[in-house]
């Protein structure tokens, strides 16, 4: 008894010791997603990217309550910066980080309120964290852990990472599909509701693949949609590689 009570134990133990943990089946799948979102072009060229971002914001009744348009432009080497720049009520706004300071311009008058320039930065952040999806993924700050098969959305299957970042560990998750590798969506998780933003189309005409057309929806706490909140189009991609 004893001898069968120890075997058993013993491949027990090889069992789960040969599984990969999540982190490590995580790390799997992003770096498949890698290979599947570079075409003739490698994300590691990259140093400055620009577009177009359109944004349409919907109340629970489907009514548009606002748009936007807004230009995003990233520079990645020789070290990061960013740049939100739109036009609101004929005034240009626009938002920099240049790499070591924030500055805010609002027509010829400059922003230099501490708090809002630190949320202008994390605004500019957040918006770089979505665009560059999945390659920014296997960056160590990250800690990462692999779900599974989930169904996201309605009838739609994805692979699920969990992803906490920032100094508060906020969490994310982002969705694969399993077939090609591709990210298909993200659900945030915010302080008052949760949102599930899927991506319905890409941009391939740069080399790599990036995001055409999004759709964000709230989602109650067992991921069924309640009502589209924005829908997103992104355009004029000018990808500069070294």
């Known amino acids: 008894m004893n001898y069968r009570l120890s075997l058993i134990f013993s491949l027990s133990f090889l069992i789960f010791s040969c599984t990969p943990s999540p982190e490590k089946q995580a790390q799997k799948l992003i770096e498949r997603s890698i290979d599947a979102h570079q075409l003739s072009k490698n994300w590691e060229?990259?140093?400055?990217?620009?577009?177009?971002?359109?944004?349409?914001?919907?109340?629970?009744n489907g009514a548009v309550a606002s748009e936007s348009e807004q230009w995003v432009e990233f520079r990645l080497k020789p070290y990061f910066e960013g740049k939100l720049t739109w036009e609101k009520d004929s005034v240009i706004h626009v938002a920099n980080f240049n790499g070591s300071r924030m500055s805010y311009q609002m027509g010829e008058n400059p922003i230099q309120n501490e708090g809002f320039l630190k949320s202008k930065r994390a605004e500019i952040e957040t918006a770089f964290f979505a665009f560059a999806q999945p390659w920014n993924l296997s960056d160590e700050s990250?800690?990462?852990?692999?779900?599974?098969?989930?169904?996201?959305?309605?009838?739609?299957?994805a692979e699920s990472v969990q992803v906490a970042h920032g100094p508060n560990l906020d969490f994310s998750w982002i969705y694969f599909d399993p077939n090609s590798g591709r990210v298909v969506a993200n659900q945030i998780q915010a302080k008052d509701h949760k949102s599930l933003i899927e991506t319905v189309s890409y941009d391939e005409?740069?080399?790599?693949?990036?995001?055409k057309e999004q759709k964000n929806y709230r989602i109650d706490d067992i991921g069924k949609k309640l009502f589209l909140q924005?829908?997103?189009?992104?355009?004029?991609y000018q990808v500069t590689f070294e």
């Open 45 to 60: 060229d990259v140093a400055a990217v620009k577009f177009k971002k359109m944004s349409r914001q919907m109340d629970e």
């Open 230 to 236: 924005a829908d997103y189009v992104y355009s004029d």
């Open 142 to 157: 990250f800690n990462l852990a692999y779900e599974g098969v989930k169904s996201v959305g309605e009838g739609k299957i």
């Open 205 to 211: 005409s740069s080399g790599i693949v990036l995001a």
